[in-house]
C-alpha cells in the first residue's frame, strides 16, 4: 500500500510527524477551571466564611460586598458565598459519586459484554439500551420521592442512568483492543480471558474510562442541579446550587443576583470539566481525537 | 502535434512550510497515456489532486494547471466543476470508499450525466446502462438499482471508471487504480480502462507505483522522487535505459526470474534507505543520502537534461551500461 | 428490510415488557402505602387494610401487575384513588401544556443546530468556526432551568413582553397558551440546541472528509452541492440516531423547565401524584413516557434504516 497516494487529509500520510501532543489549550485551560472549581469545594469542608444554614433575620437580603458577606445574603440572611462553596462539595460528591459507581458498573457490564457468549453479549447490550430509553430525570423523580430525597438517592438514581453509557462506550472500546494482535497473541499463548481482560484490555481503553468520567462528571452536576431544584434531590441541610436557584426564585424573584450566582457556578464548574475532557481526549487517545476547531 | 490537453507548469503544493511537490512540469496530450511513478512520499497523489483542485484544506497548489484554455487554478469553483467530471475526471484509489454508500449506483452515474449534459432523465438512464455494459459488469438493469455495498470491490472500480467516462472528458486521471483491488481482478479492471480510453480517444494519466502497469499501458513516463520528476521520456526508452540512478534502482528492485532465480536463492536488489518524511527531505537533490553516487555537487538541484529522455541528475547512469528492463 | 424491521419491532416489544416489569416494582417496592396518605394520620390499621382490600392493592403483586397491563392493552390506564378520575383524563388534561412544549422546543432546537453546525463545520479550522464550537461549549453547560430563569428575567421582568410563569389554556386563549409557552421552549430549545450543534458539526465534517464526497466534487459538483447534497443528507445518519437518543434528555428538560414556569402539565402531575402515593398514576403516567420514548427510538431506527441501505443487510 503506497500511503502518499491516499487523502492528503489524512494526516499521518503526508509524512508530517505526528508526535502524540502532551499539552494542550484545552487541558490547560480545563484543568485551571476545574482546579479552581475542586480547591474551592474541597476548603468548603475545613472553612466558610459563615455557616450556609445560619438563619440571621437582621442581615437579610444584603447586598454583595457587605461587610462579612462577600457576595451578600439570601432572604433568610444566609451567607450566599458560603453556600455556593458548600454547593462546590455536594456537586461533587453527588455527581463524581455517581460517575465512579458508574465507571466500575460500566467497565464490569461493558467488558461482560466482549463476551464470546453471543447470550451474554446480547443480555447486557438490550439491557443497556433499555435503561437508555428511560428518561432518567423522570426516574429519579419518582425514586426520589418515594425513597426519599438525598444525597445517597440522588447518587443512586444518576448511576443507574449512567451506567449504560459507560457499558457502550467501554465495550466498543475493549472490542477494538481485543482485535488487535498482541491480544491474539496472548490468547494462543493460553492466557486466560481474565487476565487478558485485566493486563491488557483494561490498562488499554483507561484514557477511554477516564475522558468519559469527565464528561460525566459534568453531566452529573447538570443533573444533580435539576433534580434539586425540582425538589427531588439534595435537601437542606446539604447545599445544593440547584436549592439556591430554586430559593432565589421562589423568595425574591428571578430579577434579584440570588439567581445568578448558582447559575454562573454550574456554568464554570460544569464548562470546565467538559473542556478538560476535550483536552485529555486530545491527548490521552489519539483515536478518539475530534477534529481541529 | 496533437493538441495540449494538459499542461502543467512549475506546479508546488504545499501546506504551510511543508512542500510536498516542488516545481513538476508535465503535459498530456489528447488521446495520449502518460504515467507517473514513484514512491509513497514522491507527491504523485497530490500532484493529481492539485490539477483537480481537490486538494484538502490547508494545503495550497501554485504554479499554472492549464486545461481546456483556461488556467485551473485561477478559476473560480463553479466554473472548475463545470469541468470537472465533463472534460477532466478522475478515478480514485479506494473503491470501497469512493462512492456514496446511500446512493444507488444508477443515481450515481446519472448525476454526472445529468450535471453536465442536458439530457433527459430517461436517457441518462440508458447512457448509465450502456455504460454498466461497456464496463461488463453482469446484469446492468439490477446493477443500476444496487447499492454500493452490494457490489464487490472490482465492480465498484468499474462504476467508478464508468462515472469518470460518462461525459467523454478529455482526460482521465487514474490515481492507483488497482492498489486497493485483488491481484487477479487488477488485470480485468486495467484492461477495461485501457479499452475505454483507447475506443472513446481520451488521454490518460496514470498514477502508480506499478512499473509494469506503466510499461503495459503507457506511452510516456515521469518518474518522481521527493516532490520532483527525477526523470521522464518515452517508456520504452526510460525503462530500457534509465539515466537517473532512482529510476535504475526501482527497475532492479522488481521482482524477475533473474534476479531471483528460479529456486529462489537470488537476492532482490534494492534501494538503501526509505523515503525521508517530507520535513527532513534534504537539500538539492532530494536523492542524494540514498544514492551510491552522491557528492557534494548533489548539494544543488540538478535540472531536467537530456534529449530523447530527461534526467535530473549531475551523474547520469551512462547510456553505455543499460540495466536490463523487465 | 423485513428481517431489520422483525428484529427491530421485537426488540421494542421486548423493552416495553422490561420496562413496564421495572417500573412497576421499583414503584410497589418503594411506592409507599396510599390508603396510610388517603386516611391520614392516626388511621387504624384496619382501616388501612380495608381500604387496600378495596383498592385491590391487597393482592398479590403478579396479579396486580398483570391487571395492570391488561387494562393498559384495553387502552384503560387505572383511575386515581383519591378522585376517582381515569388516568386517562388526567393526562389528557396535560397534554396540550407537555407535548407541545417538548415538540417546539426540538424543532427549535433542530432548526437552530442543523444550519450552525454544519456553518462551524464549513468553517472549520478559521476563528469563526472557533468561535461557534466555544459557544456550544458554553451552551452546554448551562443548565435548562438557569436558562429559563434568564429568559424570563430578560423578557418578562426587564422588558416585560411576556409572562414570567403561569398557564393560560388553549381553551381560553389561544394567544395566551402560546405566550405562556415561547420562553420555557426558547430555554429548552437553546441549551439542546448547544449539544446537537456539537454533534451536527461533527457529523457534518466526518462526512466531507469521506472519500465519496471528493468523488462527488470529482464528477463536478460545486462545493456548496457537495454539502448539501451529500454531507449533511449522510451527516443525517449518526444525526437521527442522536435525537433518538435525546428523546429521553427531551422529557427531562421539559420536566425541569415546566416546573421553571409553574406549567400544569406532566411534571406537577407526576410529584404531585408521587407525594400522595397514588401507585397507578404514578406507573401509568410514567410508563405512557417511556413507551413515548420507546416509540421515538423504534421510528428514528427504521428511518435510519430507510436512510441508509447498510443497516437493512448488517443488522
Same mark, same amino acid.
Given at each position: 500500500?503506497?500511503?502518499?497516494?491516499?487523502?492528503?487529509?489524512?494526516?499521518?500520510?503526508?509524512?508530517?510527524?505526528?508526535?502524540?501532543?502532551?499539552?494542550?489549550?484545552?487541558?490547560?485551560?480545563?484543568?485551571?477551571?476545574?482546579?479552581?472549581?475542586?480547591?474551592?469545594?474541597?476548603?468548603?469542608?475545613?472553612?466558610?466564611?459563615?455557616?450556609?444554614?445560619?438563619?440571621?433575620?437582621?442581615?437579610?437580603?444584603?447586598?454583595?460586598?457587605?461587610?462579612?458577606?462577600?457576595?451578600?445574603?439570601?432572604?433568610?440572611? =444566609?451567607?450566599?458565598?458560603?453556600?455556593?462553596?458548600?454547593?462546590?462539595?455536594?456537586?461533587?460528591?453527588?455527581?463524581?459519586?455517581?460517575?465512579?459507581?458508574?465507571?466500575?458498573?460500566?467497565?464490569?457490564?461493558?467488558?461482560?459484554?466482549?463476551?464470546?457468549?453471543?447470550?451474554?453479549?446480547?443480555?447486557?447490550?438490550?439491557?443497556?439500551?433499555?435503561?437508555?430509553?428511560?428518561?432518567?430525570?423522570?426516574?429519579?423523580?419518582?425514586?426520589?420521592?418515594?425513597?426519599?430525597?438525598?444525597?445517597?438517592?440522588?447518587?443512586?438514581?444518576?448511576?443507574?442512568?449512567?451506567?449504560?453509557?459507560?457499558?457502550?462506550?467501554? =465495550?466498543?472500546?475493549?472490542?477494538?483492543?481485543?482485535?488487535?494482535?498482541?491480544?491474539?497473541?496472548?490468547?494462543?499463548?493460553?492466557?486466560?480471558?481474565?487476565?487478558?481482560?485485566?493486563?491488557?484490555?483494561?490498562?488499554?481503553?483507561?484514557?477511554?474510562?477516564?475522558?468519559?468520567?469527565?464528561?460525566?462528571?459534568?453531566?452529573?452536576?447538570?443533573? *444533580?442541579?435539576?433534580?434539586?431544584?425540582?425538589?427531588?434531590?439534595?435537601?437542606?441541610? *446539604?447545599?445544593?446550587?440547584?436549592?439556591?436557584?430554586?430559593?432565589?426564585?421562589?423568595?425574591?424573584?428571578?430579577?434579584?443576583?440570588?439567581?445568578?450566582?448558582?447559575?454562573?457556578?454550574?456554568?464554570?464548574?460544569?464548562?470546565?470539566?467538559?473542556?478538560?475532557?476535550?483536552?485529555?481526549?486530545?491527548?490521552?487517545?489519539? =483515536?478518539?481525537?475530534?477534529?481541529?476547531? | 502535434?496533437?493538441?495540449?490537453?494538459?499542461?502543467?507548469?512549475?506546479?508546488?503544493?504545499?501546506?504551510?512550510?511543508?512542500?510536498?511537490?516542488? &516545481?513538476?512540469?508535465?503535459?498530456?496530450?489528447?488521446?495520449?497515456?502518460?504515467?507517473?511513478?514513484?514512491?509513497? &512520499?514522491?507527491?504523485?497523489?497530490?500532484?493529481?489532486?492539485?490539477?483537480?483542485?481537490?486538494?484538502?484544506?490547508?494545503?495550497?497548489?501554485?504554479?499554472?494547471?492549464?486545461?481546456?484554455?483556461?488556467?485551473?487554478?485561477?478559476?473560480?469553483?463553479?466554473?472548475?466543476?463545470?469541468?470537472?467530471?465533463?472534460?477532466?475526471?478522475?478515478?480514485?484509489?479506494?473503491?470501497?470508499?469512493?462512492?456514496?454508500?446511500?446512493?444507488?449506483?444508477?443515481?450515481?452515474?446519472?448525476? $454526472?450525466?445529468?450535471?453536465?449534459?442536458?439530457?433527459?432523465?430517461?436517457?441518462?438512464?440508458?447512457?448509465?446502462?450502456?455504460?454498466?455494459?461497456?464496463?461488463?459488469?453482469?446484469?446492468?438493469?439490477?446493477?443500476?438499482?444496487?447499492?454500493?455495498?452490494?457490489?464487490?470491490?472490482?465492480?465498484?472500480?468499474?462504476?467508478?471508471?464508468?462515472?469518470?467516462?460518462?461525459?467523454?472528458?478529455?482526460?482521465?486521471?487514474?490515481?492507483?487504480?488497482?492498489?486497493?483491488?485483488?491481484?487477479?481482478?487488477?488485470?480485468?479492471?486495467?484492461?477495461?480502462?485501457?479499452?475505454?480510453?483507447?475506443?472513446?480517444?481520451?488521454?490518460?494519466?496514470?498514477?502508480?507505483?506499478?512499473?509494469?502497469?506503466?510499461?503495459?499501458?503507457?506511452?510516456?513516463?515521469?518518474?518522481?522522487?521527493?516532490?520532483?520528476?527525477?526523470?521522464?521520456?518515452?517508456?520504452?526508452?526510460?525503462?530500457?535505459?534509465?539515466?537517473?540512478?532512482?529510476?535504475?534502482?526501482?527497475?532492479?528492485?522488481?521482482?524477475?526470474?533473474?534476479?531471483?532465480?528460479?529456486?529462489?536463492?537470488?537476492?532482490?536488489?534494492?534501494?538503501?534507505?526509505?523515503?525521508?518524511?517530507?520535513?527532513?527531505?534534504?537539500?538539492?537533490?532530494?536523492?542524494?543520502?540514498?544514492?551510491?553516487?552522491?557528492?557534494?555537487?548533489?548539494?544543488? $538541484?540538478?535540472?531536467?537534461?537530456?534529449?530523447?529522455?530527461?534526467?535530473?541528475?549531475?551523474?547520469?547512469?551512462?547510456?553505455?551500461?543499460?540495466? &536490463?528492463?523487465? | 428490510?423485513?428481517?431489520?424491521?422483525?428484529?427491530?419491532?421485537?426488540?421494542?416489544?421486548?423493552?416495553?415488557?422490561?420496562?413496564?416489569?421495572?417500573?412497576?416494582?421499583?414503584?410497589?417496592?418503594?411506592?409507599?402505602?396510599?390508603?396510610?396518605?388517603?386516611?391520614?394520620?392516626?388511621?387504624?390499621?384496619?382501616?388501612?387494610?380495608?381500604?387496600?382490600?378495596?383498592?385491590?392493592?391487597?393482592?398479590?403483586?403478579?396479579?396486580?401487575?398483570?391487571?395492570?397491563?391488561?387494562?393498559?392493552?384495553?387502552?384503560?390506564?387505572?383511575?386515581?384513588?383519591?378522585?376517582?378520575?381515569?388516568?386517562?383524563?388526567?393526562?389528557?388534561?396535560?397534554?396540550?401544556?407537555?407535548?407541545?412544549?417538548?415538540?417546539?422546543?426540538?424543532?427549535?432546537?433542530?432548526?437552530?443546530?442543523?444550519?450552525?453546525?454544519?456553518?462551524?463545520?464549513?468553517?472549520?479550522?478559521?476563528?469563526?468556526?472557533?468561535?461557534?464550537?466555544?459557544?456550544?461549549?458554553?451552551?452546554?453547560?448551562?443548565?435548562?432551568?438557569?436558562?429559563?430563569?434568564?429568559?424570563?428575567?430578560?423578557?418578562?421582568?426587564?422588558?416585560?413582553?411576556?409572562?414570567?410563569?403561569?398557564?393560560?389554556?388553549?381553551?381560553?386563549?389561544?394567544?395566551?397558551?402560546?405566550?405562556?409557552?415561547?420562553?420555557?421552549?426558547?430555554?429548552?430549545?437553546?441549551?439542546?440546541?448547544?449539544?446537537?450543534?456539537?454533534?451536527?458539526?461533527?457529523?457534518?465534517?466526518?462526512?466531507?472528509?469521506?472519500?465519496?464526497?471528493?468523488?462527488?466534487?470529482?464528477?463536478?459538483?460545486?462545493?456548496?452541492?457537495?454539502?448539501?447534497?451529500?454531507?449533511?443528507?449522510?451527516?443525517?445518519?449518526?444525526?437521527?440516531?442522536?435525537?433518538?437518543?435525546?428523546?429521553?434528555?427531551?422529557?427531562?428538560?421539559?420536566?425541569?423547565?415546566?416546573?421553571?414556569?409553574?406549567?400544569?402539565?406532566?411534571?406537577?402531575?407526576?410529584?404531585?401524584?408521587?407525594?400522595?402515593?397514588?401507585?397507578?398514576?404514578?406507573?401509568?403516567?410514567?410508563?405512557?413516557?417511556?413507551?413515548?420514548?420507546?416509540?421515538?427510538?423504534?421510528?428514528?431506527?427504521?428511518?435510519?434504516?430507510?436512510?441508509?441501505?447498510?443497516?437493512?443487510?448488517?443488522?
Amino acid at each position: 500500500m503506497s500511503d502518499t497516494t491516499m487523502a492528503p487529509g489524512a494526516l499521518p500520510a503526508d509524512g508530517v510527524p505526528r508526535r502524540r501532543r502532551r499539552w494542550n489549550a484545552s487541558l490547560l485551560v480545563g484543568m485551571v477551571m476545574t482546579g479552581a472549581f475542586l480547591a474551592i469545594a474541597l476548603l468548603s469542608l475545613v472553612w466558610t466564611p459563615a455557616d450556609p444554614n445560619q438563619v440571621a433575620p437582621r442581615d437579610r437580603l444584603l447586598p454583595a460586598g457587605s461587610a462579612g458577606h462577600l457576595l451578600g445574603t439570601d432572604a433568610l440572611g =444566609r451567607d450566599v458565598a458560603s453556600a455556593l462553596m458548600a454547593g462546590a462539595w455536594t456537586s461533587i460528591v453527588v455527581a463524581a459519586g455517581a460517575a465512579l459507581i458508574a465507571l466500575v458498573l460500566g467497565t464490569i457490564s461493558g467488558l461482560a459484554a466482549t463476551s464470546n457468549r453471543q447470550y451474554v453479549n446480547e443480555t447486557v447490550m438490550r439491557g443497556a439500551d433499555i435503561l437508555l430509553s428511560m428518561p432518567g430525570v423522570v426516574f429519579a423523580l419518582v425514586l426520589a420521592a418515594t425513597i426519599g430525597a438525598g444525597v445517597g438517592a440522588t447518587i443512586f438514581a444518576l448511576s443507574v442512568f449512567f451506567t449504560p453509557s459507560f457499558t457502550r462506550v467501554v =465495550r466498543a472500546a475493549a472490542l477494538r483492543v481485543l482485535e488487535e494482535d498482541f491480544v491474539t497473541a496472548a490468547a494462543l499463548y493460553g492466557r486466560r480471558r481474565l487476565f487478558i481482560l485485566a493486563r491488557h484490555v483494561v490498562p488499554n481503553i483507561f484514557s477511554v474510562m477516564i475522558v468519559q468520567f469527565t464528561l460525566y462528571f459534568a453531566v452529573g452536576i447538570l443533573t *444533580e442541579a435539576g433534580l434539586s431544584y425540582l425538589g427531588v434531590g439534595v435537601t437542606r441541610p *446539604e447545599v445544593s446550587w440547584g436549592i439556591l436557584l430554586k430559593e432565589a426564585q421562589e423568595t425574591v424573584g428571578v430579577a434579584s443576583p440570588l439567581a445568578i450566582w448558582p447559575g454562573l457556578a454550574i456554568v464554570f464548574a460544569v464548562l470546565g470539566l467538559n473542556i478538560l475532557g476535550d483536552g485529555l481526549r486530545d491527548v490521552l487517545d489519539p =483515536r478518539l481525537r475530534r477534529r481541529k476547531s | 502535434m496533437t493538441e495540449l490537453v494538459l499542461d502543467v507548469r512549475d506546479l508546488v503544493v504545499r501546506r504551510d512550510d511543508l512542500v510536498a511537490v516542488r &516545481g513538476v512540469s508535465l503535459q498530456v496530450r489528447a488521446g495520449q497515456r502518460v504515467g507517473v511513478v514513484g514512491e509513497s &512520499g514522491a507527491g504523485k497523489s497530490l500532484t493529481a489532486l492539485a490539477i483537480m483542485g481537490l486538494l484538502q484544506p490547508g494545503w495550497r497548489a501554485e504554479g499554472q494547471v492549464l486545461h481546456d484554455g483556461v488556467d485551473l487554478t485561477k478559476i473560480s469553483d463553479k466554473a472548475f466543476s463545470s469541468r470537472r467530471g465533463r472534460t477532466l475526471s478522475m478515478v480514485f484509489q479506494d473503491p470501497l470508499s469512493a462512492l456514496n454508500p446511500t446512493q444507488r449506483i444508477g443515481a450515481q452515474i446519472t448525476g $454526472v450525466l445529468r450535471r453536465h449534459t442536458r439530457v433527459s432523465r430517461d436517457e441518462a438512464r440508458r447512457q448509465a446502462l450502456d455504460l454498466l455494459v461497456q464496463m461488463r459488469l453482469p446484469r446492468p438493469e439490477q446493477m443500476l438499482r444496487a447499492y454500493p455495498h452490494e457490489l464487490s470491490g472490482g465492480q465498484r472500480q468499474r462504476v467508478m471508471i464508468a462515472i469518470a467516462l460518462a461525459c467523454y472528458p478529455q482526460l482521465i486521471i487514474a490515481d492507483e487504480p488497482t492498489t486497493a483491488l485483488d491481484v487477479t481482478v487488477q488485470k480485468q479492471v486495467l484492461r477495461l480502462l485501457d479499452g475505454a480510453v483507447k475506443e472513446r480517444g481520451c488521454a490518460l494519466l496514470m498514477i502508480t507505483h506499478d512499473l509494469p502497469v506503466v510499461a503495459a499501458m503507457c506511452d510516456y513516463v515521469l518518474v518522481m522522487y521527493g516532490g520532483r520528476v527525477v526523470e521522464e521520456g518515452p517508456v520504452a526508452t526510460v525503462f530500457r535505459t534509465p539515466r537517473h540512478p532512482y529510476t535504475k534502482g526501482l527497475l532492479e528492485s522488481q521482482p524477475t526470474l533473474d534476479n531471483i532465480g528460479l529456486d529462489g536463492t537470488g537476492r532482490l536488489p534494492s534501494i538503501r534507505g526509505s523515503v525521508p518524511p517530507l520535513h527532513a527531505m534534504p537539500s538539492g537533490c532530494a536523492f542524494r543520502t540514498r544514492c551510491d553516487r552522491a557528492d557534494g555537487r548533489c548539494e544543488t $538541484v540538478p535540472v531536467l537534461e537530456g534529449t530523447e529522455s530527461r534526467a535530473a541528475c549531475w551523474h547520469p547512469v551512462s547510456v553505455a551500461t543499460p540495466a &536490463g528492463a523487465r | 428490510m423485513l428481517v431489520f424491521l422483525a428484529r427491530r419491532f421485537a426488540f421494542f416489544v421486548l423493552a416495553l415488557v422490561v420496562s413496564s416489569v421495572l417500573i412497576f416494582s421499583l414503584i410497589r417496592i418503594a411506592g409507599g402505602n396510599v390508603a396510610a396518605v388517603m386516611l391520614g394520620k392516626g388511621a387504624s390499621p384496619q382501616a388501612i387494610d380495608e381500604l387496600m382490600a378495596e383498592l385491590g392493592l391487597d393482592r398479590p403483586l403478579p396479579v396486580q401487575y398483570f391487571d395492570w397491563v391488561a387494562g393498559m392493552l384495553r387502552g384503560d390506564l387505572g383511575t386515581s384513588f383519591r378522585t376517582g378520575e381515569p388516568v386517562t383524563d388526567l393526562l389528557v388534561d396535560r397534554l396540550p401544556v407537555s407535548v407541545p412544549l417538548a415538540l417546539a422546543g426540538l424543532a427549535l432546537a433542530l432548526l437552530v443546530a442543523v444550519p450552525v453546525g454544519t456553518y462551524a463545520a464549513t468553517k472549520a479550522g478559521t476563528p469563526t468556526g472557533a468561535f461557534v464550537a466555544t459557544l456550544s461549549q458554553v451552551g452546554i453547560a448551562i443548565p435548562v432551568f438557569w436558562a429559563g430563569v434568564l429568559l424570563s428575567l430578560f423578557f418578562g421582568v426587564k422588558l416585560g413582553w411576556l409572562p414570567t410563569g403561569g398557564w393560560t389554556p388553549w381553551t381560553v386563549s389561544v394567544t395566551g397558551a402560546i405566550r405562556s409557552l415561547v420562553l420555557p421552549m426558547v430555554a429548552l430549545g437553546m441549551v439542546m440546541a448547544a449539544t446537537l450543534t456539537r454533534y451536527t458539526r461533527t457529523a457534518v465534517l466526518d462526512v466531507m472528509n469521506e472519500d465519496y464526497v471528493r468523488t462527488a466534487r470529482a464528477s463536478g459538483m460545486t462545493k456548496r452541492a457537495a454539502l448539501f447534497r451529500v454531507g449533511v443528507r449522510n451527516a443525517s445518519l449518526p444525526l437521527v440516531t442522536v435525537v433518538g437518543l435525546l428523546a429521553a434528555e427531551l422529557i427531562g428538560g421539559t420536566v425541569i423547565i415546566e416546573e421553571v414556569f409553574s406549567l400544569p402539565g406532566l411534571a406537577r402531575m407526576i410529584l404531585s401524584a408521587v407525594s400522595a402515593r397514588e401507585v397507578i398514576v404514578v406507573q401509568s403516567t410514567v410508563m405512557v413516557i417511556v413507551a413515548f420514548v420507546l416509540v421515538v427510538n423504534l421510528v428514528v431506527d427504521i428511518l435510519y434504516g430507510v436512510l441508509d441501505p447498510r443497516v437493512r443487510v448488517t443488522r
